[in-house]
């Protein structure tokens, strides 16, 4: 939790100095992990990007699709694998 609060705190002072250098309307800060994720570095590391308003950066998911019971299921999956 240390370094990774750490990384956040620098990933977040990087974030708004390339706001503040480029004038964008926002950014996204992303880590992928794993291939099906977009990871094609294999190692930790964070990507800042700059967004504007009608840009055609694709970072999104179609919200309110799943089944309640799927969500439910898949979070009681990932409560037993917390335990350990």
Request: charged fraction near 25%.
């Amino acid at each position: 939790p240390g370094v990774l609060g750490s990384a956040m705190e620098v990933a977040a002072d990087i974030a708004r100095a390339v706001k503040k250098a480029t004038g964008c309307d926002g950014v996204n800060i992303l880590q992928n992990n794993g291939e099906a994720a977009g990871q094609t570095v294999f190692h930790f590391h964070m990507h800042i990007i700059p967004r504007y308003k009608n840009d055609t950066v694709n970072v999104t998911w179609k919200q309110n699709e799943a089944d309640a019971s799927v969500i439910e299921d898949i979070k009681s999956k990932v409560s037993e694998y917390l335990k350990d």
